[in-house]
């Protein structure tokens, strides 16, 4: 038989014991009610916040509306903005700023790639999770970020296959226009290839590239005249981005460089970049995508229609002229397909997310039900290609039967076929 004394200790050390556990117990339980920190990183000032302004704000819009309906797992999602202002260091910075002291579980954010590359290291090395939201040059898979923009052969090959064809004019001269960094150089190696592959000789491609902000196309579209004014059907295609479109566009009506005369085929210029441009003059010009505004359908119109009353509760700038764009598109459904991923996995856990993110669908304002890729962490996407209008919005006039498996790794590129398909874990 126990003394007392004994037994006092052993019911002390159960008291404790049980002490411990409630405390753990309620740590947890607090834990499970805590926001989870999402981040948001995109330039808000400088060159490319004519473009990204708008995906921070669908991001924030779409945020908003799953806290609205239960957050998730039953916990809110707390925004974190940041704005790396078009400095490309800035936004590795502001990354770190973002994994390590704010804690955030995912960030969505980035348009160049130059701004992607850059913060790249930074989710490696702390093991942090990116949604990338914009069409890119592929030549890269990485475990800590899923692509839910297009790769090349979700938008560039496509267009220069329109552009080539009856329909698109039957181009027989290109020129490879883009602003000076790495997506539209790489995209256009690989569109090189391909003409090349195709027939197209190297003195029938003129390739010119200005730098960020660059404000006066006066010279290079005189340029542009004369290379087409050589006999052959000639086409432009644009990887210009941020705001040097304004200009670029406004000078091609300047000049009276018409659609019917040489088509400009863009992929990086939407419905937000057109805001600010008298599109009466560029009626005919291109671009290519995989969602426009102007598509009709159940789930389209019903995102529209919330985004034009977030915007104007929002007292937004342009909110009297809502519009939606690809990349808003790509951010939408990435934040759902993120919030899905981690219903499934029962935690915020980087690793188990990745790991549940393969396979998840989502009804789109495309029309279609999209997916995630089981291996390359792309979706699978449909393509495609519209017409600017008067109004400044697109008319389709192509579009490929369904959505498209994405190949991150160009086949154009030579020893691209020994590339893995699958993100390396590390």
Not at 56 to 81: F, W, Y
Not at 185 to 193: E, V
């Amino acid at each position: 038989m126990k003394s007392p004394h004994s037994f006092i200790k052993s019911m002390t050390v159960i008291a404790t014991a049980v002490a411990i556990m409630s405390g753990s117990l309620t740590a947890l339980a607090a834990e499970d009610k805590e926001p989870i920190k999402v981040g948001i990183l995109h330039s808000l000032s400088g060159t490319m916040a004519i473009s990204e302004t708008a995906l921070k704000d669908m991001a924030l819009m779409t945020i908003e509306d799953i806290n609205k309906h239960g957050g998730v797992m039953g916990r809110q999602l707390e925004p974190v903005v940041v704005d790396p202002a078009s400095n490309w260091p800035l936004f590795a910075e502001k990354a770190r700023q973002l994994l390590s002291k704010d804690k955030v579980a995912v960030t969505f954010g980035c348009w160049t790639s130059v701004s992607r590359k850059s913060v790249l290291p930074v989710y490696k090395e702390l093991d942090g999770l990116l949604f990338y939201p914009v069409q890119y040059e592929g030549e890269e898979l990485e475990k800590n970020v899923f692509y839910t923009g297009a790769a090349p052969n979700q938008q560039a090959i496509p267009a220069v296959e329109y552009l080539m064809s009856k329909d698109g004019g039957s181009a027989k001269r290109f020129v490879l226009l883009g602003t000076d960094y790495v997506y539209p150089r790489t995209t256009n190696k690989i569109l090189r290839a391909y003409l090349n592959k195709h027939g197209v000789s190297d003195a029938d491609i003129m390739e010119e590239y200005t730098p960020f902000g660059q404000s006066d196309y006066q010279t290079i579209i005189a340029k542009i005249k004369k290379f087409s004014a050589e006999g052959k059907k000639t086409a432009v295609i644009s990887t210009i981005n941020g705001d040097s479109n304004v200009p670029f566009y406004k000078e091609l009506g300047n000049q009276g460089l018409k659609a019917t005369d040489v088509p400009v085929m863009a992929f990086s210029v939407g419905e937000e970049e057109l805001r600010g441009v008298d599109t009466k003059p560029l009626v005919g010009e291109l671009a290519a995508w995989n969602y426009f505004m102007s598509q009709s359908n159940p789930v389209n119109n019903a995102w529209k229609k919330e985004w034009a009353a977030y915007a104007k509760a929002k007292h937004l700038p342009g909110a009297d002229k809502p519009l939606t764009n690809d990349p808003m598109e790509a951010t939408y459904v990435g934040i759902h397909m993120w919030k899905q991923a981690v219903e499934k996995a029962g935690t915020t856990d980087v690793d188990k997310v990745i790991g549940a993110m393969g396979g998840q669908t989502f009804k789109a304002p495309d029309g279609y039900t999209i997916e995630m890729d089981a291996k390359n962490h792309h979706l699978h996407k449909p393509v495609l290609i519209g017409e600017v209008k008067a109004d400044g919005q697109f008319n389709v006039v192509w579009k490929s039967t369904g959505p498209i498996k994405a190949q991150p790794w160009s086949p154009y590129i030579v020893g691209n076929d020994k590339k893995k398909d699958q993100p390396e874990a590390k």
